[in-house]
């Protein structure tokens, strides 16, 4: 059974601290990706990484950093969190024609 | 111009019906896409990948590429009250290494 997991399926912050939100794949996908996902705007693309420390800017990067230092392994960083950054975030691995997602991290920045 | 757009909805059925579900894209180079369903509160899953022109069918599911038109359609047969979820357009890119989504459209099958 192919499985995305990711760290916390809630995690609540204040504004400033540093969040970090981990994502593992047992795929062996090359393939992985951050969204995030809000109510009437749909999912937006954040980071996405092709292979083992290569990552490239999605959409709406900007407060956000990301690092993959193994292949299973997507860590999104909140460097500052802001209240706007209040959201469902959602880990996905792709290989070929399979995309997979985790259960996501519902984040609240107080 | 976003990459992929979808009618948010809600889009309401009677149980049997057809649901016929649609999303423009704006590159005309796509050649593929993605049909995703995500229930509340849950994570999208997979449920259809169509690549070039025509028709691909899959149980209850037909997704069609029209790319002269710049659409891709997901049509639901015998539409199912556990069918209400929302569905999500995405479009691959830069060797499948980038995926964009459309807003998805929420599916409402009354019974």
């Known amino acids: 059974d192919v499985k995305v997991t990711q760290s916390s399926r809630y995690l609540v912050k204040r504004t400033g601290e540093k969040v970090f939100l981990e994502c593992v794949q047992d795929m062996d996908h090359e393939n992985m990706f951050w969204y995030r996902q809000d109510p009437g705007l749909g999912l937006r693309l954040i980071y996405f990484?092709?292979?083992?420390?290569?990552?490239e800017k999605g959409d709406i990067p900007e407060g956000y950093s990301v690092s993959r230092e193994k292949k299973e392994r997507f860590s999104l960083i909140l460097e500052s969190a802001s209240t706007n950054q209040t959201s469902m975030y959602l880990c996905?691995?792709?290989?070929?024609?399979?995309?997979?997602f985790g259960p996501g991290t519902r984040l609240t920045v107080t | 111009q976003k990459e992929v757009e979808q009618n948010s909805g809600p889009l309401s059925v009677p149980e049997g019906a057809i649901a016929s579900l649609n999303c423009t894209y704006s590159?005309?180079?796509?050649?593929?896409f993605f049909w995703y369903r995500q229930y509340s509160g849950k994570s999208p899953e997979l449920i259809m990948f169509?690549?070039?022109?025509g028709d691909k069918e899959d149980g209850r599911f037909t997704a069609q590429l029209n790319k002269a038109s710049q659409y891709v359609s997901l049509l639901i047969r015998d539409s199912q009250p556990s069918d209400s979820a929302t569905y999500l357009c995405a479009v691959p890119s830069g060797g499948y290494q980038k995926v964009t989504f459309g807003t998805g459209t929420k599916l409402q099958v009354i019974p």
């Open positions: 169509i690549y070039s022109n």
């Open positions: 990484s092709y292979d083992v420390k290569m990552k």
């Open positions: 996905a691995s792709l290989q070929g024609t399979e995309q997979y």
């Open positions: 590159d005309r180079g796509s050649q593929s």
